[in-house]
């Protein structure tokens, strides 16, 4: 079973608790921050990594480093994947959460690629087209690549809007490839 689907099985579970407990936003919120605390420290991630090391004590390092910072829920979470042997891909758990609670709320990631710099009213604009688009609410994410000349590239799930300006070129080259000078 891939990382994804182990990460969405304990997530369902997680899910289902945070969302009786009222505490979804809280959780997805914890697990991105003790995600950001292990990537940060080297030493942490290879204590968590290493399969010597036994579950009790990743968990009482767990408990020790984020008991009363973090909601109690999470903190039992993190000693049931210390248990399981499945701390190391927190991470992945952390990241898929959050996917996982922002699909339930009807919203959905983006990651948009533009050839130069857009100011934040063009953005919320592109953001509400690809809201009409998808009809969901898009969390989006921006970036620079002016390889693709003009327009933008936005991946959302397994989707690729591409209105690039290469990419029209390269549609203009396949119709006058083709013999087509027809609209």
């Excluded at 990382?3 to 914890?30: C, Q, W």
């Excluded at 408990?63 to 399981?84: I, M, P, R, S, W």
Aim: proline share 1%.
């Amino acid at each position: 079973m891939t990382n994804k689907k182990v990460a969405r099985k304990y997530n369902t579970a997680l899910y289902l608790t945070a969302e009786d407990l009222k505490v979804t936003d809280k959780i997805k919120n914890d697990l991105w921050d003790i995600k950001r605390s292990i990537t940060a420290s080297r030493e942490l991630a290879n204590f968590l990594l290493t399969p010597v090391i036994s579950s009790e004590k990743k968990s009482s390092v767990i408990n020790a480093l984020f008991k009363g910072k973090v909601d109690n829920l999470t903190l039992k979470f993190l000693e049931f994947l210390c248990e399981k042997n499945r701390i190391q891909i927190l991470a992945e758990i952390a990241d898929d959460f959050a996917d996982f609670v922002n699909e339930k709320h009807g919203i959905v990631s983006a990651k948009i690629k533009t050839a130069v710099e857009i100011n934040d009213t063009e953005k919320k604009n592109l953001s509400k087209k690809l809201k009409q688009y998808t009809g969901k609410e898009i969390n989006a994410a921006f970036t620079v690549d002016p390889s693709i000349k003009g327009g933008f590239i936005a991946n959302i799930d397994d989707r690729i809007i591409d209105a690039s300006i290469i990419r029209q070129l390269e549609l203009l080259k396949e119709k006058l490839a083709g013999g087509n000078f027809n609209n």
